[in-house]
Structure formats: structure tokens, C-alpha cells
């Protein structure tokens, strides 16, 4: 039997234990759990599509890898981040210690597109949900909304500007010190 | 009969045109940007000519580089599909000034019906009734003058626009200058023309459009209605037909309207007369788009037409193969439109690599798309994908056939809003018909996280990946450890696995 470690990057993290059965099944069990499950994951051709059967039934996946021992799993809609490591008993306090908080936000361009109207300066004080700026994408125009509330503490962008997704626009200091950095 | 047809456009449509160009025998020339080098439309047709960077600007909507190609390449019509030079009638004018067919109508008829304002005029005079509204306004005070006169709420609409862009509803005079300056800075980003016009806004509406055919020798065949009245900002999401309201005595009175405004024009082409339907059955006239539209495929899949074919043919002078009373229809067709937006993110476009893109299939399902694995999804073009289509003897038979293709449909690299498309088409408002142009402000998308069952899928499919428990060992091999703590890491999976353990020999 071996134990391993699924963390999902916000900070949570599940144990398993695998086994091999006879005539290469596997099965896994979540910690907590009482629960068994059988489980075969394959590759469907190249592409990135892998078919799971977890208890005889079918979910198809597609998975990439990140980094060495870790994946981006899409189910549906949903992009789920893990690493995995081995089981070990220092593992889940270092998990803890990774998770750390921090009050400076920066907005990022969720597309690539064009500033439109910048509508926030430094050192104004805005408010979750506050249009900062818009920005041209596709022809449509967005509204780029602050992600807490805060304090304007830089604005790299000006109306005209062409932006690359995930480049900063703003940054924000949050008020509160017990902000994370999600947003 | 023409030769060779240049399609002066890109993605799904300039594919669908492709695919009529051979239906028919005829040779059909592609014409690509930067970006789009490598598209089916590309792929698929006889001939490709690059025509510039990927600005629409500089390619799709230059017409000089446009009609040089042409001539080029020897085309003796050009098919401008929608969108970028479809219901432009200078393009229309070089076409002909450059001795090419343009597949759609005459500039005049273009001029009459395309502008909206003169559009209106137009059916005025075919004694349609229309919306209250304005002529073509640049001006500030014009346009309050105008909203004050019609009383609010009001439309802002693009007179030279179409597909819902640069439009807005102002509810009250405070908003409405902010709102014209947006407006008329849109119509002209879009369109190259900053007029715009004012509407009386009806409420509550159901868009309905009718689909006509019409040949140069008079001959003008309604196909009867669609119903588009699911659209998010003006931009129709989902199109069905027939209309769940529309009953016989109705669809006969709009399609005799859009006979009339067609005849008026002196109209010969495909295209779409558009209404709103208010409660109390009454319609009014909003516009015509004198060319093909997204939503035709649900029109086709109803009366069994190949409306693209027999575009080109009435283009290139034949006389239309069917009337009215030969038309038959059958069951019921329902279209989503796929685009590349994050129902889950405030419906930003969303750009990047499509790392796997798997359609639908199966009995009643038509998609018509230009996706392929790795096709860069760049902001410089509008964000649809796909359009799924689902046949069915009624309603519901589409409905449950939509479901199951959106369902299978995969998408990896880009976000779409096949999760939001799959929650309208279960609200029991759309199930029963309740439906009109506010309905997605009613529906708006419901969170949604992964239920547990999914987590558990997820999280097991990362250690059996993560750990090479894949069944055929496809996984690369783990890159070489690089610190003490990973060495160890390996050499105790060795020790306990006896290096293998996944493998089933």
C-alpha cells in the first residue's frame, strides 16, 4: 500500500491510499473515508483526453502536466490544480505555512484587448465590485471591477494602451490585514 | 452558372459557404489573415490568398486587397458570408465596378434596407408598421431632442449596425448622455460610423425574424419565422424554428410584411426580415439583414432548404426551383451559438489555445464550426465558435437533443458558455416557450462548483497521473530529480513499487 498527498493549491489537501490488486487492478481510499474505490485511468490517444473509470464508471478528463508531480485536471467546466507527493508526516503542516497572506492585490487583464477608459488614480480608495477600467476585446468593451476594497497604490495602464491577458493594470492595496491575495 | 466564388470571409461561414461552392461543382477561392493560416476555410477550399495582418481592418475589411485577389485569382463572384463587407454596399459597388458578381443584393436595395433608418422608411411604405423612433442622429442635443419626443425608455442603436452591437437602453434622461457617447463610440469602432438612432423600447418583446428567399424574376419566397428571442446584450444566444407562439394565422400575416418590404426594395437574395412581437400579438418591423445569417441553419433544418446554394444560384440569375405552397416543413430546430466566453467570469472573452476540441455528432445534430485542435482564439474577431444545431419532431425532441450534444461537446484551452446554454435549457420557462428578449436577464448563470462526486474523479485522475498508475504507461518519464528531498522521493517509490508496481504484466 502506499499514501500519498493530493493538494489542490488552495490550501487543501486530501490523503490516499493506493494498492495494487491481483490482475493489476488499483484501488484508492480517500483518508476518512471507509469507502474503497476501484480505479483505471488511460490515455485517449494523444490528445490529453484520458478516460477514469472510478468504480466502473466512465468520466472523461483531460489532464496536463504541471510541473513534476503535479496536474491540471479539467472535469466539466472545472480546472482543478494538483500536486501530489508522497505521504509524510511533516507534509500537511508545510501545506499550512505555504498559504500566506498577503494585502497587495494586482488587477490583471483577464484578455488581451485594448484600455478604454481608465477610471480609477493612485491613492483613490475604491470599493469591491468598483469599475476601475474598460477595456475592448472581441469588440465588446468590459468592465474591469475591483477584486476587494482598498487603496489605489499604482496604475500601469492608460486609455489607448494594448494589453496582453495577465498583465498588471492596477495595483491595490487591501484594506484589512487579513486579506488574501485571491482574486 | 459561376466558376469560381471568392468567399470574402473566415470561420465557420466562410467553411459553410465552401462547402456549397462544392455541393454545386463550383471552384472557391479562401481568403486568410495572419491568424487564420491554418483554418478549415482555408484548408477546405480550392484556392487561399493571404490578404493581410489580423486586424479585420487590414484584411477581411479591405476591399481593394479584396477585389484584387478576385480578379487574381480569376473569381467571377465574391460570397461576403455576414459580419465584416456583408451589408456594405460600397463593397457591393466595387464588386461590380471590378466586372464581379456580389452574392446578395443590388447596392440599391442594399441602401434601401440595410441602413436601418432608410430601412424603416422603407417599410413604412410597404405599410408595415414600425417602431416609434428617429432618423440618423451625430449630435448630443438631436439625440435628447429625439428621446425626449419619443419618451423613455429608448433604444441607442448603430444606424449602420447589425448583431447587436452598439446598442443601449437608457431609462431615463440622467443616463442618457453617458450612454450616446458610449453608443456612438461603439458604432464607430464597429462600423466606421458614429450615427445613431433612437427607439421607442416595447416591453415585453419576443424577437422574431422571418427568412425570405427572393430570385431577380419576382419570385419571393417567405420560409417562415424564427424565434431569437434568447440573446445576452442583444446578441442572440439561442434561435429556434418555428416560434413556439406563432400560430398559422400569424406566421402568414409576418411573412406577407416581409414580402411586401422585400418587394418594395426590389429585393433579390436571401434575407431576414426582423420583428418584435409584443404581447398582445401585434409586430413591428425593427430591420432587415439583407444577407446570410448566423442563426440560418435552423430554417434549413426545418424545410430541408440549402439556403446557401440557392443563394448563389439566385445570384448568378436562376429562377428560384420551389414556391411558398411547395415548401414543406418538418419538426422543429433549435441553434446555440458556442462562443469563447466565461459564463463563470462576468462573460469576458476569452482568447488562447484550444488544446482539444471535440464536436457532437449523432442522429438531428448539425455543427457547424471551424474549431481544430490548437486554433489560437485571438481577440481579433468576434468570439463565436460553433453553432450546434438539433433537429427533433417537436419542441422537446430538440431540446433533449441539444442537451445531449452540448453535453458531449468538449472544449479544452478556452472557456465557452455551453455550461450556461445547458442551464437556460433547463429552466422550466424555456421548456414551456415563456419566453422574451429580457429572459436572460431573468436567468442569469447559476454558480457552480464541482459536487464532491466530481472532486473525488478529479483528484484520483491527478495521483494515478501524477504517479504513472496509467494503464498503458503512456505518462513521460519524470524529468531528473533536482534536490535531496526528490531523489529520496524516488528512490523510496523504486524501493516499494520494485519500480513497476502500475504495470499489469
Sequence with gaps: MEKFVVSDGNGSAATYEIERLAGGEVRVRREGSDTWHTAQLEAVGNSGLFLLLLDHRPVELYIQERGRNGAVVTIGRHNLKYEVERWRPSLLRRQESRRRPTGLIEVTAPMTGTIVEVGCAVGDRVEQGQVLLVMESMKMNNEIRAPATGEVSAVEVAPGQRVNAGQVMVRIRAAGADETGNH | ?505
Excluded at chain 2, 43 to 61: C, F, M, N
Excluded at chain 2, 253 to 278: K, M, P, S, W
Excluded at chain 2, 417 to 429: E, G, H, M, R, W
Design chain 2, 1 to 505: 452558372m459561376f466558376r469560381k466564388v471568392l468567399v470574402a470571409n473566415r470561420g465557420e461561414i466562410a467553411l459553410r459557404i465552401v462547402r456549397a461552392l462544392r455541393d454545386l461543382s463550383i471552384r472557391s477561392v479562401a481568403i486568410y489573415s495572419d491568424v487564420d493560416r491554418l483554418s478549415p476555410h482555408v484548408r477546405y477550399a480550392d484556392e487561399a490568398y493571404h490578404i493581410g495582418p489580423a486586424p479585420a481592418r487590414e484584411s477581411y475589411l479591405n476591399i481593394e486587397r479584396i477585389i484584387d485577389v478576385a480578379k487574381k485569382a480569376g473569381a467571377d463572384a465574391i460570397h461576403p458570408g455576414y459580419g465584416f463587407l456583408a451589408e456594405n454596399s460600397d463593397f457591393a459597388e466595387a464588386c461590380a465596378a471590378a466586372g464581379l458578381t456580389f452574392i446578395g443584393p443590388t447596392p440599391e436595395s442594399m441602401r434601401l434596407l440595410g441602413d436601418k433608418v432608410a430601412a424603416r422608411k422603407t417599410a413604412e411604405r410597404a405599410n408595415v408598421p414600425v417602431i416609434p423612433g428617429s432618423d440618423e442622429l451625430t449630435s448630443l442635443d438631436d439625440i435628447r431632442r429625439a428621446a425626449d419626443r419619443i419618451g423613455y425608455p429608448v433604444m441607442l442603436k448603430a444606424a449602420a449596425g447589425g448583431g447587436g452591437k452598439g446598442v443601449r437602453v437608457v431609462r431615463s434622461a440622467d443616463e442618457l448622455e453617458r450612454a450616446a457617447a458610449a453608443a456612438m463610440q461603439e458604432a464607430k469602432a464597429a462600423f466606421g460610423n458614429p450615427a445613431i438612432y433612437v427607439e421607442k423600447q416595447l416591453w415585453p418583446v419576443r424577437h422574431i425574424e422571418v427568412q425570405i428567399i427572393a430570385d431577380q424574376y419576382g419570385n419571393i419566397v417567405p420560409m417562415g419565422e424564427r424565434e431569437c428571442s434568447i440573446q445576452r446584450r442583444h446578441q442572440k444566444l439561442i434561435e429556434e424554428c418555428p416560434s413556439p407562439v406563432v400560430d398559422p394565422l400569424l406566421r402568414r400575416a409576418l411573412c406577407r410584411a416581409a414580402v411586401r418590404i422585400a418587394r418594395q426594395a426590389d429585393y433579390h437574395n436571401v434575407g431576414t426580415v426582423e420583428f418584435l412581437l409584443t404581447a398582445d400579438r401585434s409586430f413591428y418591423f425593427i430591420e432587415m439583414n439583407t444577407r446570410l445569417q448566423v442563426e440560418h441553419p435552423v430554417t434549413e433544418m426545418v424545410t430541408g432548404v440549402d439556403l446557401v446554394k440557392d443563394q448563389i444560384l439566385v445570384a448568378a440569375g436562376e429562377e428560384l426551383p420551389y414556391d411558398e405552397a411547395e415548401l414543406l416543413t418538418r419538426g422543429w430546430a433549435i441553434e446555440c451559438r458556442i462562443v469563447a466566453e466565461d459564463p463563470f467570469n462576468n462573460f469576458l472573452p476569452s482568447v488562447g489555445k484550444v488544446m482539444l476540441a471535440r464536436e457532437p455528432a449523432g442522429p438531428g445534430i448539425r455543427v457547424e464550426s471551424a474549431l481544430y485542435d490548437g486554433i489560437e482564439i485571438t481577440p481579433y474577431y468576434d468570439s463565436l465558435l460553433a453553432k450546434v444545431t438539433a433537429w427533433g419532431r417537436n419542441r422537446e425532441g430538440a431540446r433533449t437533443r441539444m442537451k445531449r450534444a452540448l453535453t458531449e461537446f468538449r472544449v479544452e484551452g478556452v472557456a465557452t458558455n455551453i455550461p450556461y446554454l445547458l442551464q437556460i435549457l433547463d429552466t422550466p420557462a424555456f421548456i414551456a416557450g415563456d419566453i422574451d428578449t429580457a429572459f436572460l436577464d431573468r436567468y442569469q448563470v447559476q454558480p457552480s462548483e464541482p459536487v464532491e462526486e466530481q472532486r473525488l474523479a478529479a483528484e484520483v485522475a491527478a495521483l494515478l497521473f501524477t504517479t504513472g498508475a496509467i494503464e498503458d504507461g503512456r505518462r513521460p518519464a519524470p524529468a531528473a530529480p533536482t534536490r535531496a528531498g526528490r531523489s529520496e522521493w524516488r528512490r523510496q517509490m523504486t524501493l516499494s513499487t520494485g519500480g513497476s508496481w502500475w504495470r499489469n504484466s
